[in-house]
């Protein structure tokens, strides 16, 4: 069983930055393909960004792509969100999902789940 916490979650201005992490305990890290979603009131769980297991391939949701960058230390057990140029509409619950020897792209890939991290963005 892999156990999943995020942190780094917080209110900030339109055009701040913030950098979420997810701390990872209980199984091999590195055979773990590593995401990111989020979910805002009234809507789904959508993807924001997923990288490999060594972190050499990593993708993004168009909404995201080119403010926001994926990464992981899997000497520290550790997947990270780096997020710039915050926009109001990114407003959400993030979460980090891990899911066994392949990449996430999609919730139902996911097989294990954070329990979340609000990320408030003011205009």
């Known amino acids: 069983q892999v156990q999943l916490v995020e942190s780094g979650g917080g209110l900030v201005q339109a055009g701040d930055s913030l950098r979420l992490s997810c701390a990872a305990s209980?199984?091999?890290?590195?055979?773990?393909?590593m995401g990111w979603f989020r979910q805002a009131p009234g809507k789904e769980n959508e993807f924001v960004a997923g990288?490999?297991?060594?972190?050499?391939?990593?993708y993004y949701a168009d909404s995201v792509k080119g403010r926001f960058t994926i990464s992981r230390d899997n000497a520290k057990n550790t997947v990270y969100l780096q997020m710039n140029s915050l926009k109001p509409e990114d407003t959400a619950v993030y979460y980090c999902?891990?899911?066994?020897?392949?990449?996430?792209?999609?919730?139902?890939?996911?097989?294990?789940w954070g329990q979340g991290t609000q990320v408030t963005v003011s205009s």
């Open positions: 999902a891990a899911r066994f020897g392949a990449t996430i792209r999609e919730t139902y890939e996911a097989g294990y």
């Open positions: 990288c490999s297991r060594n972190g050499g391939n990593t």
């Open positions: 209980g199984g091999t890290f590195s055979l773990y393909g």
